[in-house]
């Protein structure tokens, strides 16, 4: 089972259009299911979502293992504390729930969409020329 | 790290779907570079191919579309700033 999906369109500063590959799923939240937009960035080891969408899911963040958060800076005063937590995410074209191990963490954080939990079960295929990404399911994958 | 067999479902609501539909995907993705450009660095709440609600903080979104009775049936995006280069 396969699916394709076109890039995104973002603005760049001279009015130009940039895609980047993103994937919207169906996240399970205390009320009901929330979509949620996620950049697919095969070179994250996790995903990742801001505490904001935490909050909607009825979880305890003391639940969660906790992790440390670095970006461009080395400095430890840049560093941020994430909680990694399962998360029940629809994938509506293939019909199926996946639980993933989703990194929250406070501040502008990114949605990503990182190998862990996703990509064992999905063969991606990115064509920058074609501005678009293919989705191979991978039936059976425990 | 998490056992993440899938599991099949067969009841999602219609009106779900829809927002993550290739209609909607279609639509988002023929938005003008001055409206994307304006909504940069917020996050979006769209539904019936109209922005509804937008904020910089998702938390402040989501109070909005509680006020609104909308949080659970819109389509959220964070609309990246134009003047930054994304490397994640």
Not at chain 1, 47 to 75: C, N, V
Request: glycine residues 8%; aromatic residues 12%; neutral net charge.
């Amino acid at each position: 089972m396969r699916f394709t999906k076109d890039w995104r369109a973002f603005a760049l500063p001279d009015g130009t259009i940039i895609r980047r590959p993103v994937l919207d799923v169906l996240v399970r939240g205390t009320d009901g299911l929330l979509t949620a937009n996620f950049l697919v960035d095969s070179g994250a080891d996790l995903s990742m979502a801001p505490y904001d969408l935490f909050r909607k899911l009825g979880r305890r963040w003391e639940d969660g293992q906790p992790i440390t958060l670095r970006g461009i800076s080395r400095r430890k005063v840049c560093a941020i504390e994430g909680r990694v937590h399962p998360v029940d995410f629809f994938v509506s074209e293939v019909g199926r729930w996946f639980t993933i191990p989703v990194c929250f963490a406070r501040g502008r954080v990114p949605f990503l969409l990182g190998q862990e939990g996703f990509f064992d079960h999905f063969i991606v295929t990115f064509d920058r020329v074609a501005r678009r990404t293919t989705f191979e399911f991978r039936e059976g994958v425990p | 790290m998490v056992n993440s067999k899938p599991t099949e479902v067969k009841a999602i609501s219609p009106e779900l779907l829809e927002l993550v539909s290739p209609e909607m995907d279609a639509w988002l993705n023929s938005l003008s570079p001055e409206v994307l450009t304006s909504y940069g660095g917020q996050y979006i709440a769209v539904r019936n191919k109209e922005i509804v609600a937008a904020d910089d903080s998702l938390g402040r979104l989501f109070k909005k579309l509680d006020r609104m009775g909308l949080t659970y049936r819109v389509r959220y995006l964070y609309i990246e700033e134009p003047d930054a280069w994304v490397i994640y």
